[in-house]
T-cell receptor
Framework: NAGVTQTPKFQVLKTGQSMTLQCAQD?????MSWYRQDPGMGLRLIHY???????DQGEVPNGYNVSRSTTEDFPLRLLSAAPSQTSVYFC????????????FGSGTRLTVV | AQSVTQPDIHITVSEGASLELRCNYS??????LFWYVQSPGQGLQLLLK??????LVQGIKGFEAEFKRSQSSFNLRKPSVHWSDAAEYFC???????????FGAGTQVVVTP
């Protein structure tokens, strides 16, 4: 059971480039989320999904797009990378809200130069 | 406004000594409460969670946390720390039925011999 798998682990982008961060889970979890982690700020929610075809914005959605065509996958797209998007990105999933807690992936460290 | 506060950015503790990490939240109702641990270069691992019932909850790795409604607190404790407990610890609150988590800024724990 792989849990939550994120790829790539590291990425360097030039300003203006686009890319997709991949996230896949094999636990049949309905809820999935993307967070970014910056020093001294904890984790901040970018986008989340409560099931295939249903997504919504979190606290810091600007510059990011998501879609959820299957239960397993929840990719995060950066359309035009900016240095302010340099961060560590985490994908997480949970069976549903309540007394479950989220399972996190190991993260993608993104640097935009 | 809703918030999660971890007052201590950095704590240094001797191996074998006790540890207490503070977490305060500001919400209208009793939320779902979580503590996560992040080892260097790793994702987040769930230590314990509180939803309702007994206000003292036990988690993995010998950690426990106590929910105090009157103080809006959910402090994490361990009676005797091990060098492997050196990590960053995050308190998180589940704020709605859509599965959104709000994180504190984290507390970095250093364990000295």
């Amino acid at each position: 059971n792989a849990g939550v798998t994120q790829t790539p682990k590291f990425q360097v982008l030039k300003t203006g480039q686009s890319m997709t961060l991949q996230c896949a889970q094999d636990m049949n979890h309905e809820y999935m989320s993307w967070y970014r982690q910056d020093p001294g700020m904890g984790l901040r929610l970018i986008h989340y999904s409560v099931g295939a075809g249903i997504t919504d914005q979190g606290e810091v959605p600007n510059g990011y797009n998501v879609s959820r065509s299957t239960t397993e996958d929840f990719p995060l797209r950066l359309l035009s990378a900016a240095p302010s998007q340099t961060s560590v990105y985490f994908c997480a999933s949970t069976p549903g809200m309540g007394n479950y807690g989220y399972t996190f992936g190991s993260g993608t460290r993104l640097t935009v130069v | 406004a809703q918030s999660v506060t971890q007052p201590d950015i950095h704590i240094t503790v001797s191996e074998g000594a006790s540890l207490e990490l503070r977490c305060n939240y500001s919400y209208g109702a009793t939320p779902y409460l979580f503590w996560y641990v992040q080892s260097p270069g790793q994702g987040l691992q769930l230590l314990l969670k509180y939803f309702s019932g007994d206000t003292l909850v036990q988690g993995i790795k010998g950690f426990e946390a106590e929910f105090k409604r009157s103080q809006s607190s959910f402090n994490l404790r361990k009676p005797s720390v091990h060098w492997s407990d050196a990590a960053e610890y995050f308190c998180a609150v589940g704020v709605d039925s859509w599965g959104k988590l709000q994180f504190g800024a984290g507390t970095q724990v250093v364990v000295t011999p």
